[in-house]
Protein backbone atom coordinates (compact mmCIF):
# COMPACT_ATOMS: atom_id res chain seq x y z
CA UNK A 1 0.00 0.00 0.00
CA UNK A 2 1.20 3.08 -1.36
CA UNK A 3 2.36 5.29 1.58
CA UNK A 4 3.18 8.54 -0.34
CA UNK A 5 0.96 9.15 -3.68
CA UNK A 6 1.95 11.52 -6.05
CA UNK A 7 -1.57 11.13 -8.30
CA UNK A 8 0.00 13.47 -11.20
CA UNK A 9 2.31 11.39 -13.44
CA UNK A 10 3.01 14.80 -15.38
CA UNK A 11 2.54 18.17 -15.55
CA UNK A 12 2.96 21.33 -18.20
CA UNK A 13 3.54 24.26 -17.78
CA UNK A 14 3.90 27.56 -19.20
CA UNK A 15 7.90 29.82 -18.49
CA UNK A 16 6.71 32.31 -15.77
CA UNK A 17 4.05 30.86 -15.18
CA UNK A 18 3.39 28.92 -11.39
CA UNK A 19 4.09 25.31 -10.97
CA UNK A 20 2.07 23.56 -8.39
CA UNK A 21 3.03 19.79 -7.19
CA UNK A 22 0.89 17.79 -5.37
CA UNK A 23 1.51 15.12 -2.64
CA UNK A 24 -0.49 13.19 -0.55
CA UNK A 25 -0.02 10.86 2.54
CA UNK A 26 -1.25 8.07 4.77
CA UNK A 27 1.13 7.50 7.52
CA UNK A 28 0.37 10.06 10.12
CA UNK A 29 3.25 9.25 11.98
CA UNK A 30 5.50 10.69 9.45
CA UNK A 31 6.53 13.86 11.15
CA UNK A 32 9.44 14.86 7.83
CA UNK A 33 8.87 15.68 4.02
CA UNK A 34 11.49 16.82 1.12
CA UNK A 35 11.64 17.08 -2.42
CA UNK A 36 13.48 16.07 -4.56
CA UNK A 37 14.49 16.72 -8.47
CA UNK A 38 15.94 14.16 -10.80
CA UNK A 39 17.13 15.03 -14.50
CA UNK A 40 17.34 11.75 -17.03
CA UNK A 41 20.34 9.74 -16.55
CA UNK A 42 21.34 11.49 -13.71
CA UNK A 43 20.57 10.56 -9.59
CA UNK A 44 17.75 12.70 -7.54
CA UNK A 45 18.61 15.82 -6.24
CA UNK A 46 17.73 17.37 -2.90
CA UNK A 47 15.49 20.45 -3.46
CA UNK A 48 13.44 21.55 -0.04
CA UNK A 49 12.04 19.95 3.09
CA UNK A 50 9.53 20.26 5.46
CA UNK A 51 9.43 19.76 9.65
CA UNK A 52 5.92 18.53 10.72
CA UNK A 53 5.58 21.44 13.06
CA UNK A 54 6.34 24.30 10.32
CA UNK A 55 3.09 24.40 7.39
CA UNK A 56 5.16 26.51 4.75
CA UNK A 57 9.22 26.48 3.94
CA UNK A 58 10.35 28.49 1.07
CA UNK A 59 13.96 28.56 -0.71
CA UNK A 60 13.71 31.48 -3.61
CA UNK A 61 11.08 30.34 -6.34
CA UNK A 62 10.47 26.60 -4.61
CA UNK A 63 8.10 27.01 -1.69
CA UNK A 64 6.39 23.73 0.22
CA UNK A 65 3.25 23.73 1.75
CA UNK A 66 1.97 21.42 4.27
CA UNK A 67 -0.90 20.26 5.74
CA UNK A 68 -1.30 18.43 8.09
CA UNK A 69 -4.98 17.55 9.15
CA UNK A 70 -5.62 16.65 5.28
CA UNK A 71 -1.86 14.58 5.00
CA UNK A 72 -1.47 16.66 2.41
CA UNK A 73 1.86 18.81 0.94
CA UNK A 74 2.53 20.68 -2.28
CA UNK A 75 5.33 22.18 -3.78
CA UNK A 76 5.29 25.87 -6.05
CA UNK A 77 7.79 27.01 -8.41
CA UNK A 78 7.38 31.00 -9.26
CA UNK A 79 8.62 31.89 -11.73
CA UNK A 80 8.83 28.40 -13.42
CA UNK A 81 11.53 28.18 -15.74
CA UNK A 82 12.28 25.62 -18.71
CA UNK A 83 15.23 23.99 -16.84
CA UNK A 84 12.93 23.64 -13.80
CA UNK A 85 11.97 20.72 -16.36
CA UNK A 86 12.32 17.42 -14.59
CA UNK A 87 10.82 14.78 -12.30
CA UNK A 88 9.88 16.00 -8.76
CA UNK A 89 9.83 13.68 -6.21
CA UNK A 90 7.93 13.36 -2.66
CA UNK A 91 9.57 11.73 0.11
CA UNK A 92 8.68 11.23 3.76
CA UNK A 93 10.52 10.19 6.84
CA UNK A 94 9.40 9.04 10.40
CA UNK A 95 11.70 10.32 13.14
CA UNK A 96 11.90 8.12 16.05
CA UNK A 97 13.39 10.14 18.54
CA UNK A 98 17.15 10.06 17.28
CA UNK A 99 17.43 7.58 15.38
CA UNK A 100 17.65 7.57 11.26
CA UNK A 101 14.46 7.83 9.21
CA UNK A 102 14.94 5.60 6.11
CA UNK A 103 12.42 7.55 3.32
CA UNK A 104 9.57 6.80 1.38
CA UNK A 105 9.36 7.95 -2.13
CA UNK A 106 6.40 8.94 -4.27
CA UNK A 107 6.11 7.63 -7.75
CA UNK A 108 7.59 10.88 -8.85
CA UNK A 109 5.49 14.02 -11.23
CA UNK A 110 7.29 15.01 -14.20
CA UNK A 111 7.20 18.60 -15.13
CA UNK A 112 7.89 19.93 -18.33
CA UNK A 113 8.04 23.71 -18.58
CA UNK A 114 7.23 25.37 -21.76
CA UNK A 115 9.23 28.48 -22.88
CA UNK B 1 35.08 16.30 -3.78
CA UNK B 2 33.72 13.54 -5.97
CA UNK B 3 30.50 12.89 -4.19
CA UNK B 4 28.81 9.13 -4.83
CA UNK B 5 30.04 7.70 -7.37
CA UNK B 6 28.68 4.10 -8.58
CA UNK B 7 30.37 1.61 -11.05
CA UNK B 8 29.18 0.73 -13.87
CA UNK B 9 26.80 3.07 -16.03
CA UNK B 10 25.27 0.76 -17.84
CA UNK B 11 25.28 -3.24 -17.03
CA UNK B 12 23.64 -5.98 -19.30
CA UNK B 13 23.42 -10.02 -17.18
CA UNK B 14 21.75 -13.53 -18.09
CA UNK B 15 19.85 -14.99 -15.77
CA UNK B 16 21.02 -16.63 -13.16
CA UNK B 17 24.39 -14.34 -13.35
CA UNK B 18 26.35 -12.76 -10.50
CA UNK B 19 27.70 -9.49 -9.72
CA UNK B 20 28.36 -6.72 -7.88
CA UNK B 21 27.48 -2.85 -8.36
CA UNK B 22 29.89 -0.76 -6.41
CA UNK B 23 29.05 2.61 -4.18
CA UNK B 24 31.68 4.69 -3.15
CA UNK B 25 32.07 8.17 -1.40
CA UNK B 26 34.30 10.63 -0.37
CA UNK B 27 32.47 12.79 2.05
CA UNK B 28 32.70 10.79 5.14
CA UNK B 29 29.40 10.05 5.66
CA UNK B 30 28.17 7.56 8.28
CA UNK B 31 24.89 6.78 6.33
CA UNK B 32 24.81 4.42 3.13
CA UNK B 33 21.75 3.19 1.37
CA UNK B 34 20.64 1.63 -1.88
CA UNK B 35 17.74 2.16 -3.77
CA UNK B 36 15.98 0.96 -6.95
CA UNK B 37 13.72 2.96 -9.45
CA UNK B 38 11.24 1.06 -12.02
CA UNK B 39 9.15 2.48 -14.45
CA UNK B 40 6.39 4.28 -12.70
CA UNK B 41 7.44 3.76 -9.74
CA UNK B 42 9.19 5.95 -7.15
CA UNK B 43 12.07 4.74 -5.67
CA UNK B 44 12.14 1.91 -2.79
CA UNK B 45 14.96 0.86 -0.37
CA UNK B 46 16.45 -1.95 -0.47
CA UNK B 47 19.30 -2.15 2.59
CA UNK B 48 20.98 0.67 4.21
CA UNK B 49 24.05 0.91 6.45
CA UNK B 50 24.43 3.69 9.64
CA UNK B 51 28.11 2.58 9.88
CA UNK B 52 30.85 0.38 8.66
CA UNK B 53 29.87 -3.25 10.15
CA UNK B 54 26.13 -1.92 10.07
CA UNK B 55 23.95 -2.79 7.62
CA UNK B 56 19.92 -3.62 7.57
CA UNK B 57 17.08 -4.46 5.18
CA UNK B 58 14.79 -1.74 3.89
CA UNK B 59 11.81 -2.11 1.97
CA UNK B 60 12.68 -4.69 -1.14
CA UNK B 61 15.53 -6.66 -0.09
CA UNK B 62 15.13 -9.98 -1.58
CA UNK B 63 17.96 -10.91 -4.07
CA UNK B 64 20.27 -8.73 -2.63
CA UNK B 65 23.25 -9.02 -0.50
CA UNK B 66 25.34 -5.99 1.02
CA UNK B 67 28.40 -5.34 3.14
CA UNK B 68 30.10 -2.38 4.67
CA UNK B 69 33.52 -2.74 5.70
CA UNK B 70 34.61 0.66 5.47
CA UNK B 71 33.09 3.83 5.50
CA UNK B 72 33.34 5.11 2.16
CA UNK B 73 32.12 1.94 0.12
CA UNK B 74 29.43 -0.16 0.07
CA UNK B 75 28.61 -2.54 -2.60
CA UNK B 76 25.54 -4.37 -3.56
CA UNK B 77 25.55 -7.81 -4.78
CA UNK B 78 23.13 -9.80 -6.86
CA UNK B 79 23.56 -13.14 -5.98
CA UNK B 80 21.11 -14.89 -8.94
CA UNK B 81 20.39 -12.10 -11.01
CA UNK B 82 15.92 -12.81 -12.32
CA UNK B 83 14.50 -10.34 -14.65
CA UNK B 84 12.68 -9.11 -12.22
CA UNK B 85 15.97 -7.22 -10.91
CA UNK B 86 16.18 -5.22 -14.85
CA UNK B 87 15.76 -1.36 -13.35
CA UNK B 88 17.67 1.75 -12.09
CA UNK B 89 19.60 1.51 -9.11
CA UNK B 90 20.57 4.83 -7.19
CA UNK B 91 23.27 4.51 -4.44
CA UNK B 92 22.99 7.48 -1.50
CA UNK B 93 24.64 8.67 1.23
CA UNK B 94 24.43 11.46 4.38
CA UNK B 95 26.08 12.15 7.22
CA UNK B 96 23.92 10.11 9.85
CA UNK B 97 21.15 9.01 7.51
CA UNK B 98 18.60 11.24 9.65
CA UNK B 99 15.55 12.72 7.57
CA UNK B 100 16.67 16.54 8.19
CA UNK B 101 19.87 15.66 6.65
CA UNK B 102 20.17 15.77 2.59
CA UNK B 103 20.77 12.60 0.98
CA UNK B 104 23.40 12.57 -1.37
CA UNK B 105 22.68 10.23 -4.87
CA UNK B 106 25.18 9.03 -7.43
CA UNK B 107 24.39 8.77 -10.96
CA UNK B 108 22.59 5.31 -11.17
CA UNK B 109 23.36 1.83 -12.71
CA UNK B 110 21.48 0.63 -15.23
CA UNK B 111 20.89 -3.06 -14.67
CA UNK B 112 19.35 -5.27 -17.28
CA UNK B 113 18.78 -8.60 -17.03
CA UNK B 114 17.88 -11.26 -19.68
Known amino acids: DQQVKQNSPSLSVQEGRISILNCDYT??????FLWYKKYPAEGPTFLIS?????DKNEDGRFTVFLNKSAKHLSLHIVPSQPGDSAVYFC??????????????FGKGTKLSVKP | NAGVTQTPKFQVLKTGQSMTLQCAQDMNHEYMSWYRQDPGMGLRLIHYSVGAGITDQGEVPNGYNVSRSTTEDFPLRLLSAAPSQTSVYFCASSFRGLAKETQYFGPGTRLLVL
Open chain 1, 27 to 32: NSMFDY
Open chain 1, 91 to 104: AASVYYGGSQGNLI
Open chain 1, 50 to 54: ISSIK
